[in-house]
C-alpha cells in the first residue's frame, strides 16, 4: 500500500490541513494531519488497522491516490496517455501555416535575423487541402479544426478565406464540422475580415500583447524599430464583442509589474469581459546556445516566480468573470503526442509539432507526395524515459521537446520544466481547493477537478 508515484502532497494548505492531489486523474483530496500520519505510517509497511482506516484506504484506492504496487501505475499511465493520444474528440487539429513571413521582428524570435520571405504556393494549397481533408476522412473525424499560424497568418487573409470555406462546406456534405483558431499579432486584424471568416464556422482568435505599451514596444517591434502595441490594441477593441477572443503574452523574469499595467488598461477599456481567455507564458530562447544546460531549467525560478504574480494579476480581477478565474493547468501532453494532429508549412512539408516546422529533415511527410508518413523524429529517442518516478510525467512527456531541439539541436533531450510545475501546481490547485471546498467539515474530501 502506497501512494502513487504520480500523486504530490501539498502540505499546510491551512491549520492542520493538506492535500493529495494526483497529477495522473487531476484529482485532489483535503486531509487532516492525523490522516497524513496514517497515509505515512502505510508508505512504511504498516498494513490499515481496524474497520475505519481500512475504509479510508479503500476510499483512496477507488479515487486513485494509493497503488497496491509500481505496476499499477505503470498501467494507470499508459491508459492515460493512450486516452491523450486522441486529442480532441473526434477531431483532427491541423495547424496551417500559409506563410512563415512576418511583419514584426520581435526580439526574441529565431527569423529576426533572418527572415523567412516563403508562402505558400497555389498548387501547394490545393494538394494542402486535399490532404487534410482525406487525413479527416480516413481518421473518421467528425471535425476538422484549423489554426491558423505563422508567420503571421493574416499576412495571407487571402488564404485563410479560400481554405476555410472549401473545408467549411466539405466538412459539411460529410455532416461535420469545420471551425478555427487564428494566432495572430494583430497588425492586420480588422471586423469585415472577421465577420466573413465567421461565416465558416465558429472561432476563435488569440492576440499578442507581451505587457503594457513600454515593455511590449521594447520586444515587439517593426523592423524599424517601431513599436506595435497602440496599433494592435486599437484593432482588438475594434473587433471586441464580435468573436470569441484570448489574449496571450510572453515575458521574461522579472516583467511581472509590466503585465500588471496591461491587466490594468484592458480592465478601464472593458475588454476584461470580452476574453474567453488569457495566458501568459515565458519566452523560449529559440537561438542554440551552449548556455543552455541539458534540461533548459536555467533560470526557472525568476521565471516562475514572475509567472506566479502575473496569474495573480489575472485572478484578482476575475470574479465576475469565471473564464478568467483560473490559470489552466495541463491535463495531458501536447500536441506533439495526439495521433490526428499535424503541422503543414508552407512548402508542404507536415510535422507533428509546430516549433519545428520549415525543417524539412524533421518533417514527417509533404502534402505533395505519396510516400507513408516517417516517424517522428521528436519522438524517435523517446528522451522522457529519462523522467524517472518524475510526478509530472503524464502532462510533460519531457516538456517542448522541438523548443528543446532549437535551443540546442538534440532530439535526445527533455526541456524539463519542474521547477516551475511544482511552483504553478501547488498555487492553482490551492487555490482551487479553497474556492471549492471553502470551510466544509471534513476528514476526506476527494473531488474530481
Known amino acids: 500500500m502506497q501512494l502513487s508515484r ?7 494548505v491551512s491549520e492542520n490541513e493538506h492535500i493529495l492531489y494526483s497529477v495522473l486523474t487531476d484529482r485532489y483530496a483535503g486531509i487532516d494531519g492525523a490522516t497524513l500520519e496514517t497515509i505515512e505510517q502505510w508508505q512504511s509497511g ?11 484506504a479503500d476510499l483512496l484506492t477507488e479515487s486513485g491516490f494509493l497503488v497496491a504496487a509500481r505496476t499499477e501505475d505503470e498501467a494507470a499511465l499508459r491508459q492515460h496517455l ?16 500559409p506563410t512563415l ?10 527569423q529576426k535575423e533572418s527572415p523567412a520571405f516563403n508562402r505558400m504556393s497555389s498548387a501547394v494549397e490545393s494538394g494542402t487541402v486535399q490532404w487534410i481533408l482525406e487525413r479527416a476522412a480516413a481518421a473518421n473525424c467528425g471535425r476538422l479544426c484549423v489554426h491558423y499560424f505563422g508567420g503571421e497568418p493574416l499576412t495571407r487573409k487571402d488564404f485563410v478565406l479560400r481554405t476555410a470555406r472549401t473545408f467549411s462546406e466539405t466538412m459539411a456534405l460529410r455532416g461535420g464540422i469545420f471551425d478555427w483558431e487564428i494566432t495572430t499579432n494583430g497588425l492586420h486584424l480588422d471586423l469585415p475580415f472577421v465577420s466573413e471568416l465567421k461565416q465558416y464556422g465558429d472561432g476563435i482568435i488569440k492576440i499578442t500583447l507581451d ?3 513600454e515593455t511590449h514596444d521594447q520586444a515587439r517591434v517593426f523592423r524599424d524599430g517601431r513599436g506595435s502595441f497602440d496599433e494592435i490594441f486599437a484593432n482588438l477593441l475594434e473587433v471586441a464583442g464580435h468573436v470569441r477572443l484570448r489574449v496571450g503574452g510572453n515575458f521574461y523574469a522579472g516583467q511581472e509589474d509590466s503585465y500588471e499595467r496591461l491587466m490594468e488598461k484592458l480592465d478601464r477599456a472593458g475588454l476584461l469581459s470580452q476574453l474567453e481567455a488569457i495566458r501568459f507564458k515565458p519566452v523560449i530562447d529559440a537561438v542554440r546556445s551552449t548556455k543552455v544546460s541539458c534540461t533548459g531549467c536555467v533560470g526557472t525560478k525568476e521565471t516562475t516566480d514572475t509567472l506566479i504574480q502575473i496569474n495573480r494579476s489575472v485572478q484578482k ?45 524533421l518533417a514527417i511527410a509533404n502534402v505533395c507526395s505519396e510516400s507513408p508518413d516517417k516517424p517522428a523524429p521528436l519522438l524517435l529517442y523517446r528522451p522522457w524515459e529519462q523522467c524517472g518516478d518524475c510526478a509530472f ?6 516538456g517542448c521537446l522541438g523548443g528543446q ?8 533531450q527533455v526541456f524539463c520544466k519542474k521547477p516551475e510545475f511544482e511552483a504553478n501546481f501547488r498555487e492553482q490547485i490551492t487555490n482551487r481547493y479553497r474556492r471549492e471546498l471553502g470551510d466544509r467539515t471534513w476528514d476526506v474530501v476527494a473531488a474530481e477537478a
Open 393 to 398: 510525467l503524464p502532462v510533460c512527456m519531457g
Open 405 to 412: 531541439y532549437l535551443a540546442t539541436g538534440r532530439l535526445d
Open 6 to 12: 504520480f500523486v504530490l502532497i501539498y502540505r499546510d
Open 317 to 361: 480581477r476575475a470574479s465576475s468573470m469565471p473564464s478568467l478565474l483560473e490559470a489552466k493547468l495541463p491535463t495531458g501532453p501536447c500536441e506533439l503526442h495526439w495521433k490526428n494532429s499535424y503541422t503543414i508549412d508552407p512548402d508542404g512539408g507536415v510535422f507533428k509539432c509546430p516549433a519545428v516546422a520549415g525543417r524539412p529533415d
Open 46 to 56: 504498516i498494513p490499515p488497522q481496524g474497520q475505519q482506516e481500512i475504509a479510508l
Open 82 to 97: 493512450e486516452r491523450a493520444a486522441e486529442g480532441m474528440p473526434d477531431t483532427m487539429y491541423v495547424t496551417l501555416m
Open 211 to 213: 505587457g503594457d505599451r
Open 101 to 110: 513571413m512576418c511583419n514584426l521582428a520581435c526580439n526574441y524570435c529565431f
